[in-house]
């Protein structure tokens, strides 16, 4: 059985964003960055120092992931989403950087949906524990930043009809 | 006296945990499935991915879900058997085995507070072990995940609380995980003995097979009131609202303190990864 669903670009532009209201399923296509709890602390540590982001996260979606080994002649081992809620702290600081879309599991703080809404972003749930089905949808990765966290490193995917229902919108509509 | 050799216990509890990692066991398929046929809230397209993803994860030999757990083995040892080496070490040999052909996530740190530091293959499992008459050797394992495991509560309630109580603690933790513990989820709940006896079992709960009825019809009968609160709480796949918030509800029970009444909730989620194997 196949359904119709919404295909997106990512990085996302600000006319889809405001486009989107929580509860559509759509699949996303382009590039997104993966980093979960190490990556987000560092990140933030780095910009409490005065230090300038070892990257541009202007624009950029990223999502909450830590894959399973990758098998010999895959892109990537099973790669399903985290729970999000732990990386709240960060998230309204990466967003008000510029970050336009988070992917990951679960409801988020008040302070995150308030930097949702503040920034025109959006936050996206993505299949809890399917894993399988991520890895099948992602045609590349490649670590662009903070290789020394192995599996938590930050790094830039290549995706095709990644599924995802959005969780949170712009207008401040959240599923949760 | 049997004589089992540790090689054999290696090589068959390694197989089992690679089937188990990949591949869901059919009563669970056949609950998904069912759930998916009925699903008219917004979780539908939920329980249609989780089907999908079985699929991929099967034809592509790829773990359903990244978080490939800790492992859990429960061990009923018939008194007659003798092993020729350390029956401990050959089951994690098993796990580390599969957990390395496997590309499952090794997701286990050596200590939980002073450094979390990786041990880089699986191990420990947690093994619990009970002896048996005859010489038969059973070991039910679970593959748990996290994201569930951390959704999971113990209650010590007060012995005149009653039915109504444990029906309300239940609901309670189950309405507290929401959708953090990847609903639709399986409920395993101990009732009784000591705190640890009741998480014990709560855990042991889990291993049975969805399709099975307990063995007493009173508990079979609340076995399913709760599955049937638990999904009138709307909480559905994924937490984004509909009617399959669980796909069963286990109780497994032992006897109490007259002062007491323990009651552990373990929480899976909808990858309900187990297996048996039986030497």
């Given amino acids: ?176 | 006296m049997r004589e089992i050799r540790c090689q054999e216990v290696t090589a068959s509890l390694k197989k089992a945990l690679l089937q188990a990692g990949v591949e869901l066991p059919g009563d669970v398929k056949q609950v998904l499935r069912e759930a998916s046929r009925k699903e008219t809230g917004r979780s539908a397209g939920v329980l249609q991915r989780c089907l999908e993803n079985i699929t991929v994860a099967e034809k592509e030999g790829l773990p359903l879900c990244q978080d490939t757990g800790m492992v859990l083995l429960f061990c009923e040892i018939g008194q007659d058997i003798h092993f020729d080496r350390d029956f401990n070490g050959a089951l994690e040999e098993g796990v580390e085995q599969a957990y390395e052909e496997g590309f499952f996530r090794k997701s286990v740190v050596s200590d939980p507070l002073k450094n979390r530091k990786n041990s880089g293959n699986n191990l420990p499992p947690v093994i619990y072990h009970e002896l048996v008459p005859g010489d038969g050797l059973k070991i039910s394992l679970l593959l748990k995940g996290f994201g569930s495991e951390n959704c999971s509560r113990l209650h010590m309630l007060k012995p005149t609380a009653g039915r109504e109580a444990v029906v309300e603690a239940v609901l309670k933790t189950i309405t507290d995980a929401g959708g953090s513990p990847c609903p639709p989820i399986v409920v395993g709940i101990g009732l009784g003995g000591t705190m640890d006896k009741a998480a014990v079992l709560s855990k042991k709960a889990l291993c049975r097979s969805l399709d099975s009825h307990h063995c007493d019809p009173w508990y079979d009968e609340l076995e399913r009131e709760l599955l049937e609160k638990i999904n009138a709480t709307g909480i559905g796949g994924g937490g984004l609202g509909g009617d399959t918030t669980a796909l069963g509800v286990k109780i497994e029970t032992y006897p109490t303190h007259i002062a007491g009444l323990p009651l552990a909730v373990t929480i899976n989620c909808w990858a309900d990864r187990k297996g048996v194997v039986e030497l």
């Fill in chain 1, 1 to 176: 059985m196949t359904r119709e669903v919404r295909q997106l670009k990512v990085p996302l532009c600000r006319e889809d964003i405001a486009s989107l209201k929580a509860g559509d399923e759509v699949e996303l296509n382009g590039t997104i960055l993966v980093g979960r709890d190490q990556a987000h602390l560092r990140l933030i540590q780095t910009l409490e120092r005065g230090e300038e982001l070892p990257l541009d996260i202007r624009g950029e979606t990223i999502y909450y992931m830590g894959p399973a080994p990758t098998p010999p002649g895959r892109v990537i081992g099973s790669a399903g989403p985290t729970t999000s809620s732990r990386m709240d702290p960060f998230a309204p600081r990466l967003l008000d950087l510029g970050l336009k879309g988070m992917i990951g599991k679960g409801p988020r703080s008040r302070e995150v949906l308030d930097g949702v809404v503040r920034n025109g972003a959006v936050y996206f749930y993505a299949f809890g524990g399917c894993g399988a089905l991520y890895a099948q949808r992602i045609v590349s990765s490649e670590c662009v930043a903070y290789g020394d966290l192995g599996p938590e490193a930050i790094y830039r995917l290549r995706v095709e009809k990644f599924p995802v229902v959005v969780a949170a919108d712009s207008e401040g509509n959240s599923l949760y």
